[in-house]
């Protein structure tokens, strides 16, 4: 069953540093082209170990939204 929650990245605010990458237990977390973090939301389970690493607190754990 998939987690209600994902993690999200603001894009804007991202400094593309890697410290969520390195704490992501699922491995759901990665640097897109050196320029910010990308969340793989089909792998991620929303623990929110990338969240609370971040420095610039630009990743966020939200819910799922159903389609």
């Not at 994902?6 to 977390?29: F, H, I, L, S, T």
């Amino acid at each position: 069953m998939a987690s209600k929650k994902y993690a999200e990245v603001d894009k804007n605010r991202c400094v593309a540093c890697g410290v969520c990458v390195k704490e992501c237990p699922m491995q759901a977390v990665s640097v897109w082209k050196g320029c910010y973090a990308s969340v793989a939301k089909d792998i991620c389970i929303g623990c929110g170990k990338c969240a609370k690493s971040c420095p610039a607190g630009s990743i966020s754990v939200v819910d799922r939204v159903e389609a």
